[in-house]
């Protein structure tokens, strides 16, 4: 990984108040977001390439990492800084023989079993969650109960990797999972559906900076 | 591509009469089948993994092609002979970055602009189809109309590539889509919903067999 990913943002241009996912990447550059997460759930491969190639150049010139969701051909294809795994998707070292040493590759886990399974198979980095309760449009992991904030902190005691906490995060409770042991927290709505993405990012990471002070 | 795709099964273990998409391509095999492409619309990347290692192993030991659908990341990671793009996937020049000039990179295409555009790209072999109309769970190409014999024989002198007719195919109506110019033909149910898939493979064949003998 590049850098530290405080703040980390998934895309879903329908949750994204009519603009594009373009537009919402470019706000979110300009509030100084770490890392971008081409989602798109419900796009053809087709169509998250030529995303993917267009967020390519938008983060490339920020200095922001890319990280294509689920599928390693496309993050191969549009060059991204890596690939965003879950249980349903490639194994780990399979994206790594595809990728090459340098990618990050990142895992959704929401148990401790999971994490170090994970950690030992070589991720760089984990997507912990849900966190906390999300509305089911808005979820980035729709399939699971909030495990809290407690979770996160016997994962951070579990692993060595970085966590970045997800689902439901807003700037209200993002320094409570950054202060269990996440390094960052990722989004979808809470930047997406922002009046103005830019200002959310800003507001997000000042609520993960907070809470990095208040760690334990 | 290693040899002649005369028969072509594509895999769908829903409609496979409880059978495993497994005991179905063990028991084409048997019936001399030339291809099999892993399909299995509904599977998660994740299962096809799982599933493609599995029909890797018995297609090579049979000396059979083992063509993915749509993930070139999976095809790839089973060591595929190669992977079968449309219109929603990525472009075959990628896929062939990832892939390397070895692979078999074929293309779903229903008109002879897009069998032109194909071939220029680099296309290995084309998926000419719907020819035949399909019902809908059946279905290959279900967003098409049926094209007919008659376009077959059009996109046979457009191109140089191998054709591979696709959708609604039968022992009876086979011959024809050979007689008009494909190499071969692709099924799923003629094959995954027989009675017996081996003899169901060899009666395609020798239906083949026949178009090409009576071919102009
Ligand atoms: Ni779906």
Wanted: proline share 2%; aromatic share 2%.
């Amino acid at each position: 990984m590049n850098r530290s990913y405080r703040t980390y943002l998934v895309t879903q241009e329908d949750l994204s108040v009519d603009r594009s996912t373009r537009e919402v990447v470019e706000r979110a550059i300009e509030g100084g977001i770490d890392a971008v997460q081409l989602r798109e759930k419900h796009a053809t491969a087709r169509r998250r390439y030529e995303l993917g190639r267009e967020l390519r150049e938008l983060t490339e010139r920020a200095g922001v990492d890319l990280i294509v969701n689920d599928r390693v051909d496309v993050a191969r294809a549009v060059d991204a800084d890596g690939v965003h795994l879950g249980d349903d998707d490639l194994p780990i070292g399979v994206a790594r023989g595809i990728l090459g040493e340098g990618a990050v590759i990142g895992r959704s886990v929401s148990t401790v079993d999971a994490a170090r399974e994970a950690e030992a198979n070589g991720a760089d980095y984990l997507g912990v969650g849900a966190v906390f309760h999300t509305s089911s449009k808005d979820d980035v992991a729709d399939d699971e109960l909030a495990i809290g904030v407690e979770r996160v902190r016997e994962i951070r005691g579990a692993v060595g990797i970085p966590l970045v906490a997800i689902g439901g995060i807003t700037p209200e409770n993002a320094a409570s999972a950054v202060a269990a042991g996440a390094e960052g927290v990722a989004v979808i709505s809470a930047i997406t559906g922002a009046d103005d993405p830019a200002a959310a990012t800003r507001e997000l990471r000042a609520a993960v900076e907070d809470g990095l002070e208040g760690e334990e």
